[in-house]
């Protein structure tokens, strides 16, 4: 393992150091060699004796809940965020008149399942006020007619943190449920869904996680698991002993999990699991904290610098609004990332801007490379 203030040691961790300065994790994050070497042990030990010694029962159940301040028993395996999302869109009733409440900043998938025929439910959106969701205006808009508010703990495009505590406090005053989407947060920054009293919440973990894609969880407040009936049901989704006794006397009758794995459907995407759980085991062991700390270090450098060099930001500075994005405008931003592609820089263009999304491994060595980088196409534009 690699110890917390060993900085060279967890950079070795990451070939991708070799050839990149890779600033893009809120894209598709690299793997680090541990994730990489589990997952190549996976498919030799099945290619070669059709069977493994690698242990991984609850797919990383236990290690995702440590994330995320949950219960084992409060998490599912799914395969991606959309699927968690569409899961808890789905359990939900909608009665005659009723809407969910969501903003003008969510990715796609967060609102699509809503929108839906179907359902027959009205999608409210809260707009962005200068790229931040002011808690006012999502008071205003949730009532006593929402079933729901589908937010994402981190906005995409610019970084934007929203207070999940205030707003779930707001949601069960109605008696709506809060729904989280979680990509850009988890492994990022400690999160603790008791105490923000959030009723679901998912996420896929190609990104901050530092896994393979194919792998993702759902959490399902404990209290609800047994209220909800899933909206796809298969073998994963019942009582394990349904299946422990021959012929599977049992299997006429749905008992359904008392745990969150009732929203499971069937086999999951084992390789990808082995190679969260090694992911994470590395995110648990370096400090969460320590991973938060590092990353706001290089966010602040970042902002420093841009703004030394009178870019526009349009991430909120607010450190209670902050994560492990930055977004600020730049001249031709696509043609610029193109640039910094061939030149071993990996950002990602958002909202007609630059988005930087370093993560603990990083250096602000690197963010200076960039920003030198940005000088100069700025300083050229100028000249044009």
């Not at 992911?279 to 991973?291: C, D, P, S, W």
Request: glycine share 6%; with cysteine.
């Amino acid at each position: 393992m690699i110890f917390m203030d060993d900085d060279v040691k967890l950079r070795e961790q990451f070939p991708v150091t070799k050839k990149k300065t890779f600033l893009n994790h809120a894209g598709q994050a690299p793997l680090p060699k541990p994730v990489a070497d589990a997952i190549k042990k996976y498919a030799n030990d099945f290619s070669s004796f059709g069977t493994t010694s690698i242990e991984c029962k609850d797919g990383g159940k236990a290690h995702f809940a440590k994330l995320i301040g949950a219960k084992a028993g409060e998490i599912a395996l799914v395969e991606n965020t959309s699927i968690g999302l569409n899961m808890a869109a789905n359990v939900l009733d909608y009665p005659s008149g009723s809407k969910v409440v969501t903003t003008d900043l969510e990715y796609p998938s967060v609102l699509y399942p809503f929108l839906r025929k179907n359902l027959k439910v009205k999608v409210q959106y809260v707009k962005n006020v200068n790229g931040r969701i002011l808690l006012d205006d999502i008071e205003k808009a949730v009532d006593d007619k929402t079933v729901a508010v589908a937010i994402s703990h981190v906005e995409s495009s610019n970084g934007f943190r929203n207070n999940l505590r205030v707003i779930g406090e707001i949601v069960h005053e109605h008696g709506a449920y809060l729904i989280v989407n979680g990509i850009q947060s988890v492994g990022t920054m400690q999160l603790d869904v008791e105490r923000d009293d959030v009723d679901f919440l998912t996420t896929a973990c190609y990104k901050w996680l530092l896994s393979p894609q194919g792998a993702a969880y759902l959490y399902v407040k404990d209290e609800l698991i047994e209220k909800l009936e899933p909206p796809f049901i298969g073998w994963a989704s019942v009582l394990p002993e349904t299946f422990e006794t021959p012929d599977f006397p049992d299997v006429w009758n749905l008992n359904l999990s008392k745990t969150a794995s009732r929203f499971e459907i069937g086999t999951p995407c084992t390789i990808s699991l082995v190679g969260a759980r090694e992911a994470m085991k590395m995110l648990l062991h370096y400090g969460i904290e320590n991973v938060r700390r590092k990353i706001i270090k290089l966010t602040d450098h970042l902002i420093e610098a841009a703004e030394d060099q009178g870019l526009k930001l349009q991430t909120p500075k607010e450190k209670q609004c902050r994560s492990g994005i930055v977004n600020f405008k730049m001249n031709e931003p696509e043609k610029f990332a193109q640039k910094l592609e061939k030149k071993g820089i990996i950002v990602s263009v958002s909202a007609q801007g630059i988005r930087v999304s370093p993560h603990y491994y990083n250096k602000t060595d690197e963010i200076d490379r960039l920003m030198d980088e940005t000088k100069a196409w700025s300083k050229a534009h100028a000249e044009d």
